[in-house]
């Protein structure tokens, strides 16, 4: 396992230089990528130059976000496809092999055996796109009872559910496990071991206020990790541990829990959670080739 700092699960924004130093200099070992606007930086100079400063910093890939509304009617899908494949050409150049998609927890357009089958034939599409480039597509919940108000059908919100769904679905899809979800259904750290061999592609560690019932959380209450002890993150990274996860564990909180913070204070906090989470799992810390200078 490897601790990834993520733009997506965080407030961050900057310069790839700026981001690149704080990651360095707070003990990350990746980041994740904006495919995006790296495939635009590639396309006006090449991989290589695109690539220069992850390299140089040693820093590894963590996890880019599938560019395709891969829910959407058919129209969309197959306009988002016409590009995806050179999309991910361009990220497995840059050995960015694992990409995160999320599962809308309900609709209103199918119940849930149609929208399972609806689901695991998109997945059949892009895995057949994906395992051509070595790329796995990790799938992330919404596990919050808000975001299925006013649904007419329940879909897969819980990481036993997703579970099924990765089980019927192609080999290159795999699951996003995603502690704030676990805590929110109940779900112990044992459950990990009732993933499919090799289907984990991403961590995201969080941790929740004090009395307060699991199911009633709202997004608004996801802490950074190690908050208030509520999530018993090392239980969890011992559990990865024994299934034999290798991959990007990281910290996602939302925005308005670090209100007021600035970006260095933000990713300073970020790495010395996960350090913190690493020596309670008794897991190595290998430290970084080079660290710049704190301010």
């Not at 919050?144 to 990481?159: I, T």
């Not at 109940?186 to 061999?197: K, N, R, V």
């Not at 991403?202 to 990790?225: G, W, Y």
């Amino acid at each position: 396992m490897f601790r990834n700092l993520s733009m997506f699960g965080l407030p961050l924004s900057g310069r790839p230089s700026e981001l690149i130093e704080l990651a360095l200099s707070f003990g990350f070992d990746s980041m994740d990528m904006d495919l995006i606007d790296f495939k635009h930086q590639s396309d006006a100079f090449s991989v290589t130059h695109a690539r220069r400063l992850m390299v140089s910093a040693r820093l590894s890939n963590g996890v880019f976000m599938l560019p395709v509304a891969w829910e959407a009617d058919d129209e969309i899908f197959n306009r988002d496809l016409e590009t995806l494949a050179s999309q991910l050409d361009v990220a497995a150049s840059a050995d960015a092999l694992r990409a995160v998609a999320t599962v809308s927890p309900a609709c209103n357009e199918r119940a849930f055996k149609d929208n399972f089958e609806f689901h695991c034939g998109r997945l059949e599409t892009l895995g057949n796109l994906l395992a051509s480039r070595s790329i796995k597509l990790g799938l992330a919940i919404v596990p919050e009872a808000e975001a299925r108000a006013n649904k007419q059908h329940e879909f897969v919100h819980s990481l036993d559910k997703l579970i099924a769904l990765v089980g019927s679905a192609h080999q290159s899809v795999g699951i996003v496990v995603d502690v704030w979800g676990m805590h929110i259904a109940g779900h112990l750290a044992d459950m990990i071991s009732q993933i499919p061999a090799g289907r984990i592609v991403d961590v995201r560690l969080s941790d929740a206020p004090q009395d307060v019932p699991a199911e009633t959380l709202t997004h608004a209450q996801r802490l950074m990790p190690g908050e208030t002890g509520v999530i018993d993150t090392a239980s969890i990274l011992k559990a990865l541990e024994a299934v034999g996860y290798d991959g990007p564990v990281t910290p996602w909180a939302d925005r308005s829990t670090l209100a007021g913070r600035g970006r260095e204070k933000i990713v300073k906090l970020s790495g010395d959670r996960l350090e913190s989470a690493w020596k309670a799992a008794d897991l190595p810390i290998v430290e970084r080739w080079f660290a710049p200078a704190q301010k």
